[in-house]
């Protein structure tokens, strides 16, 4: 039996024409939609948000964090949020005024994040109005990273709206491109356009999706990483987050004895800070 959990794996041919980056999401997502009850178009646009990020991620800068922010037209979110090294990635949704869920259309925008190095942020805002993801973040490579790269992800829900599979590539063009090379997976291409039918739908490997975008050219694999779900949320986040508040607050605080209590939005984790760590974090403040 192949190996087929989720991963992402980065590889470039020897002819310097094209660089891959395949990610099999199937957990990940089925995870995610779980924790959010999600079901049928909104698991799948989460889905594919989430496979989106990982992707990102891998093809800017694997060892920085990647947020895709959606915006609907009533003040809905949906978040997805991928984080380098333990390739943990997470999101969450909230829903607008009118309790519609988010979706892709004229007033929606979509917001980019990476971290860089020394904590800075590299922000993009495209407008989200592409008929899929897949348009959406392949505009956004093209227009605010001048990156050139055919970009596909597939979260395919079945007919009782639960997540089947899910799976993503991008296939950057390099400076270096051959005419021959670029005509054959042109037309590769055009069949991967098909891929929550075709490939994802069988709940491929990133292998094998790699092995059929790279059929016939010669290759090397630069990266193979797990990914899954999960959170980053921990006591010295909560308490970085209590940290922000002035000093007047805290003071306050700590003369009534409170105990703050928050809750992660990501996965609804509680956590609370005592009086002592309050009156810990006054002092240092
Ligand atoms: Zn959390």
Known sequence: ????????????????????ITARTSEVVREGVKKHGLKGAEARLFGELLTGAILVRETMAP????QIILSGHD????????????????????RGEGGAPVTL??????KVIRTLPRGSLHQSIVAADGESVSAVLMAYMQGSEQVTATLGVASVVDGEGYVAASAGFIVQLLPEVQQGPLAVMTERLGDFAYLDDGIVGSDASAEVLLFELLYGMPHEKLADSDVHYGCSCSDERAIAAISVLGRAELGQMVAKGEVVEMTCEYCGRLWSVGPERLRALLADN
């Open 1 to 20: 039996m192949a190996d087929i959990r989720d991963r992402a794996i980065r590889a470039v041919t020897e002819d310097g024409s094209f660089r891959v």
């Open 63 to 66: 060892s920085h964090r990647v």
């Open 75 to 94: 003040g809905g979110q949906m978040v997805a949020d991928s984080h380098p090294e333990t390739g943990l990635t997470r999101g969450f949704v909230s």
């Open 105 to 110: 259309g004229a007033d929606a925008v979509m």
